[in-house]
């Protein structure tokens, strides 16, 4: 059971159209519960190989999937494979980049097709997870639906997404406000929803304690 659905299922709440961008091994969706339930998904994994295993595994299930990326522009891009962290390579960073210490190289790196989140969204989504290792902005950008619930990869040990002031602008400016942080992600919730209770305080403000000193012993580190 993930953490979101955990956390999720006290409150009583039902999604009709669950969608995850960026899902790696099917094992490790933010949001196999709800497929696994049958609620209707969107899947969407940029690396071609992993795709077709996600689509294997949830083909019994009331499942999407689409082997794309997701990007600012329709067309082709640029990835480099780093497992669980693989990330579009022009990026200014991502996790790889900051916590593995990875290196770009012509060996490592392939191209797929992309596309604007628009073209995949049909405007239903009530629960969204984003991980794509940095480009989570460009799913925002171009998103149709509001979902009732957003999960954002947005920090993770030295790593601070890149864009970050263009997601709380957006955040704030669509009524959301944060539920809670984890080690890499922020959960969002429609202003209203329900309300942030205090042990969802306390989990954010122990990650937030967390990543701070992962990052203050780094630069001692470098001292």
Known sequence: MTRLFEKLSSKNLTFNHVCEVGVYIP????????VQQGTRATLVEADPDVAAKVKATFAPYNAQVHAVAVWDTNGTLKL?????????????????????????????????PCVQFSTIDDG???LLSIDIEGGEW?????????????????????????????INTWLTANSYELWYKDGSDSVF????LFAVG????LETKQAELLTGWKKMKRIFKKK
Do not use: C, M, W
Not at 89 to 106: K, Q, V, W
Not at 189 to 192: A, N, S, Y
């Open 27 to 34: 094992e490790t969706s933010n949001i196999i519960d709800f």
């Open 80 to 112: 480099s494979r780093a497992a669980s962290s693989t990330f579009a390579t022009e990026l200014p960073t991502s996790p790889a980049l900051e916590n593995d210490r990875y290196r770009i190289s012509e060996d490592t790196t392939f191209e797929v």
């Open 124 to 126: 239903t989504i009530d």
């Open 138 to 166: 460009y799913v925002l950008k171009h998103l149709r639906s509001r979902p009732r619930v957003l999960s954002i990869e947005t920090h993770g040990k030295y790593y601070t997404n890149p864009f970050l002031t263009e």
């Open 189 to 192: 919730i429609k202003q209203g």
């Open 198 to 201: 205090l042990a969802d305080e």
